[in-house]
C-alpha cells in the first residue's frame, strides 16, 4: 500500500514538473506564428500610432521584472504561454520589437495588435493594424526567414509552424454594437456572415503563403465581459444574452466555413478552436477553478477600466478572471491554454 501511495506521489510531481505539452511521437512544431488582436498582441501596439496602448504600469505588474511590454494583461498572454507549453521558447516577440533577432524569426513571432478586428473597419478605427496589414507583414517575415533558412527550409517551417488567429471581439463589441456604421447597412446574421468571409478569406490568403497548420479561436462569451455587463447588463450587472448569442452564431458559421476549407485543402490542418464553454464554465463557476471573482477586473474598480483608465491594480490578481475590464488574466489564460493544447494539438498533427 505504502508503495502504490508513493507511485501516485511521485507520478503527480512528475505531472507538476512536466511545463511543456508533450508532442506525439515523431511530430514537431518548429516556430508559432500569431495573427490577430489585443488578446495575443505582445507589444506591436507600442510602436504604431494609437491611443490602443498599455506600455505603462499596472500592465505587467506580474511580468518578468514587473515591467509593462504592451501585453494587455498583468503578465503573459496566449502567444507566450503556447511557445511555453510547447518547449519552443519562453515568449513569443513582437515582430516590431526592435530587439528582434533574425534567429527570432526561425522559432515564430507574433503580427497581432491590439484593438483589430476581422472586419477592417474596426482597426480603421482605433489606427491599428488591420489584418490585411498583418498579412503584408507576414509576407515580409517570409522573406527575411528564406534569406536566413534558404527557400526549402523555410518552406518547412512554414508548413509545420502552428499559426494562431484570435479576432473577433472588437467587431461585435466596439464596432457593430459600439458604433452606428454597419448596423446601418447590416443585421446580425449577414454582419456574421461579414466577419466569417473576411476569417475564411485570410486563411485562405496563409493557405497561399504557405502555412498549412491553422487554428482559428472561435469567440469568448464576450456578454459576460465586465466591460459588457457595466454597459448593457443592467444594474445588477448581468451577462448580455444578446452578445452571447451572436457570438454563438457567428461561432456556428466560422466553424461551418473551417471545414468547407478543410475539405477544399486536404494536405491542411484549419481547426477550429472552441473555447466558448470553457470560457463560460470558468466565469459561471470560478470557485471551481480557484478563483473568487468572475464579474469584475482586478483593475480599477474592474466595471469599465481598460487600457489608459486602468490606473491601479487590485491586490490578489489571483482572485480574478480578468485583469482588466475587457482581458483576462495570466493565470486564466494559463488554464485556457493548457486546455487548448491538451484538446486541439492532435488535429494539427494528423
Known amino acids: 500500500m505504502q508503495f502504490l501511495l508513493f507511485k501516485l506521489l511521485f507520478a503527480f510531481l512528475v505531472c507538476i514538473a512536466e511545463a511543456v505539452t508533450t508532442m506525439p511521437q515523431n511530430s514537431t512544431i518548429p516556430a508559432v506564428i500569431v495573427f490577430g488582436d ?6 506591436n501596439n507600442n510602436y504604431i500610432e494609437t491611443v490602443i496602448k498599455v506600455n505603462y504600469p499596472p500592465y505587467g505588474k506580474d511580468f518578468i521584472g514587473g515591467r509593462p511590454t504592451g501585453r494587455f494583461c498583468d503578465g503573459r498572454v496566449p502567444s507566450d504561454l503556447i511557445v511555453e507549453e510547447l518547449g519552443i521558447k519562453d515568449l513569443l ?32 478605427l482605433v489606427s491599428v493594424l488591420s489584418l490585411t496589414d498583418q498579412l503584408a507583414l507576414f509576407k515580409d517575415y517570409i522573406t527575411k526567414l528564406k534569406k536566413i ?21 472588437n467587431d461585435i463589441t466596439n464596432t457593430y454594437f459600439g458604433t452606428p456604421l454597419r448596423q446601418s447597412h ?14 475564411s478569406s485570410f486563411v485562405q490568403d496563409l493557405y497561399r503563403l504557405g502555412a498549412r497548420r491553422i ?32 457570438v454563438q452564431l457567428f461561432n456556428k458559421k466560422l466553424s461551418a466555413a473551417l471545414n468547407s476549407i478543410n475539405r477544399q485543402f486536404p494536405d491542411a490542418r484549419v481547426v477550429d478552436i ?30 469599465v477600466e481598460v487600457t489608459f483608465l486602468c490606473k491601479y491594480a487590485c491586490p490578489n490578481v489571483s482572485e480574478y478572471i ?16 493548457h486546455r487548448i493544447l491538451e484538446q486541439y494539438m492532435n488535429y494539427f498533427i494528423m
Open 38 to 43: 489585443s488578446v495575443v498582441d505582445t507589444g
Open 215 to 246: 487554428g482559428l479561436l472561435s469567440l469568448p462569451p464576450i456578454g459576460c465581459l465586465p466591460s459588457q455587463r457595466t454597459l448593457r447588463g443592467g444594474l445588477a450587472r448581468n451577462c448580455v444574452d444578446e452578445y452571447n448569442q451572436v
Open 322 to 337: 480578468f485583469w482588466d475590464s475587457f482581458h483576462p488574466t495570466e493565470r486564466t489564460y494559463r488554464l485556457i491554454v
Open 274 to 303: 472552441d473555447i466558448y464553454n470553457y470560457f463560460l464554465d470558468l466565469i459561471k463557476n470560478p470557485q471551481k477553478y480557484g478563483f473568487k471573482i468572475a464579474n469584475k477586473g482586478c483593475c480599477g474598480t474592474g466595471t
Open 149 to 169: 533558412a534558404g527557400e526549402e527550409r523555410s518552406s518547412k517551417i512554414l508548413q509545420e509552424s502552428l499559426v494562431i488567429l484570435v479576432a473577433g471581439s
Open 186 to 199: 447590416y443585421d446580425v446574421p449577414s454582419y456574421t456572415e461579414l466577419l466569417v468571409s473576411y476569417a
Open 93 to 124: 516577440p513582437a515582430y516590431f520589437d526592435p530587439t528582434l533577432h533574425a534567429q527570432d524569426l526561425l522559432t515564430g513571432v507574433n503580427f497581432a495588435s491590439g484593438g483589430a478586428g476581422y472586419d477592417p473597419l474596426t482597426s480603421h
